[in-house]
């Protein structure tokens, strides 16, 4: 198994867990051991053996493991401890391990396949007062219920070539002082098996160990270990979830005793780490401690309900469930009066002979065991209960707002409740009510294409939706042109315009026109009057401008005496009324011969201030230049009185 050395690829570590969301996770435990077989001199002949628990037919890439072995029992006393030999091992037996025994029967037993490889070798070590310390270190766990997954934890393993972060490991074993104990064989685990059990099932298991030099042996939970590398003075414990420990890796609900008796009922379900110590003691004294990882699969074994069947376009229900393959079946689809409407499959199909909501009841049936459950779900069978449609209403052109209406209807007594407007050009939801106005920001080409999609969701669950393509054209606007005070009589020729070219005219009333229809009309009239300009196009889009005119005595230019800038809305503003003008001007001056004031805007006059401050009561001069309809220019001169 390849992997990192966790400070030296901190940085691809620190990558990997922000860009692959899936922990990495193939191995479910694992112990080293030793037989001794002989000594000749100082030289010692030992059995190594290596067993990890691996999932079946895991994509991961899987290397030879590398046994390092230390030549000390004691890393604390040696700062940079050497290692004194690498052991690569080749050709595993594979087992495919079985379930632990469990005295009860249940419909789901966990389809977990755990497969054993187990590696064998002779090595031969001289005599060493210190002893020895075997190890292996690697990733990754897939126990993730009960282990903190972080980059204390990290390590990285291959899955088709790509490095995934998962939760590292380390096993390792001790030969002891070949001064205190000259021979000494691990004891070996005698019940290789899948451990596991039922969400709230009480379970009972017991480690088994067999030692061949007859010592005694004491059964201690501990923690597991996190991966080490050649510089490491120790091994450090991986990191625990709040509300598990060594002591209670499957929570406060199971326990473990002396014996290697593992019992309680488990509250959750998970893949659960834990490991244990194995002291041996040799005529009341420890001489050695052996370590074991393995994985507690917790699994919810109750009858899983099937997904309910909603189907509002025919009759037919294909019903899917996840119970066990190796169960019997025997589904009831819930026709009233009919006893035919059964089937045996595991994933049945069935023709429902009549609309309406349905209990379905399955059973299901252990062979090995022989117990039964039921559980019920719903099939509700509406077809054509749901025909989406929507329309809208107002200008389909660039920057006006659009109010989209449902019109979708239901039958079978479905009523629709849900709705979700959304615009498929930015992808964004615009609205959850039966109709909903939108303005769409529109560029480039016209016409545009909108896609707007509703769906409607009944009471009765059915769910359907409707795509609709609205083109958005190119829009128009009017100008009718600027407000205009005429003299009596005058003939004035409208200055009606578009930003659109291929649009119509129209305006109204039609009063003094000559033509109503037409882009510049003449006016011919002898009363105050506004005029609307509709402009509009062939794809619908309008718009609308109005133009005032009022008639006076002229051509002259009115301008007045006196004027009262207090805010009382009475003769605030200082107007000027150039008639029979095509163009005016008017400026304002101070005693002083500044210019305080000037327009070309008839509709904008003088509100007495200077820079927003209210100027002081006296006498100010007003000039008008313009130029008359005949091109002729007019100037006209006078005062006013401002009184404040």
Not at 140 to 147: A, V
Not at 301 to 318: G, Q, R, S, Y
Not at 327 to 348: A, C, E, K, R
Request: glycine share 8%; hydrophobic share 35%; aromatic share 14%.
């Amino acid at each position: 198994m390849r992997f990192f050395h966790p400070v030296r690829h901190i940085f691809l570590t620190l990558f990997l867990f922000t860009q692959i969301s899936v922990w990495g996770g193939q191995f479910m435990g694992g112990e080293i051991s030793y037989r001794f077989i002989n000594r000749s001199g100082n030289e010692f002949t030992y059995e190594l053996t290596f067993k990890i628990y691996r999932e079946c037919f895991n994509p991961a890439d899987l290397d030879d493991p590398i046994i390092r072995l230390i030549n000390s029992t004691d890393l604390t006393r040696n700062i940079h401890p050497i290692i004194y030999r690498e052991i690569t091992l080749n050709s595993p037996v594979i087992t495919y391990l079985p379930y632990s025994y469990k005295d009860y029967c249940v419909i789901n037993d966990p389809p977990h396949c755990i497969e054993l490889l187990t590696y064998t070798t002779q090595i031969g070590l001289p005599f060493s007062p210190e002893g020895y310390t075997f190890y292996y270190t690697g990733c990754c766990r897939n126990g993730l219920t009960n282990l903190v997954s972080d980059a204390g934890n990290g390590g990285a393993e291959y899955v088709n070539t790509i490095p995934v972060p998962g939760q590292a490991l380390t096993y390792v074993t001790y030969i002891p002082s070949h001064d205190s104990i000259m021979q000494n064989s691990n004891p070996v685990s005698v019940n290789d098996s899948i451990v596991y059990a039922c969400k709230g099932k009480p379970f009972t298991y017991q480690f088994r160990f067999f030692d061949a030099d007859g010592d005694s042996l004491v059964i201690k939970p501990t923690s597991s270990l996190m991966k080490v590398n050649a510089a490491t003075t120790n091994f450090f414990s991986l990191f625990f979830k709040t509300g598990y420990s060594s002591n209670s890796p499957m929570g406060s609900t199971i326990t473990i005793n002396e014996e290697g008796v593992l019992s309680g009922t488990p509250g959750i379900e998970g893949f659960f780490a834990m490991a244990l110590i194995i002291e041996e003691y040799r005529n009341g004294v420890l001489i050695n401690k052996s370590r074991k990882d393995y994985q507690v699969n917790i699994a919810t074994c109750e009858i899983k309900k099937p997904p309910e069947i909603i189907n509002c376009d025919d009759n037919i229900a294909t019903f899917f469930q996840s119970n066990n393959a190796t169960n019997l079946y025997h589904w009831d689809f819930g026709v009233p009066v009919i006893n035919s409407d059964t089937s045996n499959d595991m994933q049945p199909i069935y023709l429902y002979p009549q609309n309406g909501t349905f209990q379905v009841k399955l059973l299901a049936t252990n062979p090995s065991g022989g117990c039964k459950d039921s559980v019920f779900t719903t099939a509700k069978i509406y077809p054509d209960g749901l025909q989406v449609d929507f329309d809208w209403n107002g200008q389909t052109c660039a920057g006006h707002p659009l109010t989209f209406v449902d019109r979708t209807t239901s039958t079978a007594g479905a009523v629709a409740q849900n709705w979700t407007w959304h615009i498929l050009n930015n992808n964004t939801t615009i609205g959850n009510t039966p109709s909903v106005t939108y303005t769409h920001a529109v560029s480039g080409t016209m016409p545009y294409p909108l896609a707007v999609r509703l769906v409607v969701q009944t009471d009765l669950w059915c769910k359907d939706s409707l795509v609709k393509d609205i083109l958005i054209y190119e829009n128009v606007y009017a100008d009718a042109g600027p407000d205009r005070i005429l003299p009596f009589g005058q003939v004035y020729q409208m200055q009606g315009n578009s930003t659109a070219s291929g649009v119509n005219y129209i305006w109204s009333p039609s009063f003094g026109l000559s033509d109503p229809f037409i882009r510049h009309p003449e006016v011919r009239a002898d009363r105050d009057i506004e005029y609307i300009l509709e402009v509009n196009n062939e794809t619908g889009c309008f718009d609308r401008d109005t133009v005032k005119f009022r008639y006076m005595k002229g051509p002259d230019i009115y301008v007045a005496t006196a004027f009262t800038p207090n805010n009382d809305g009475i003769n605030d503003i200082l107007n000027f009324f150039p008639v029979g003008m095509g163009f005016a001007r008017l400026s304002i001056y101070n005693r002083w011969g500044q210019m305080i004031f000037s327009t070309t805007d008839i509709n904008k006059g003088w509100d007495g201030k200077v820079k927003g401050v209210l100027q002081d009561t006296g006498v100010y001069t007003w000039m008008v230049k313009a130029k008359n309809y005949e091109g002729n220019a007019v100037i006209r001169k006078g005062t006013v009185l401002l009184i404040r």
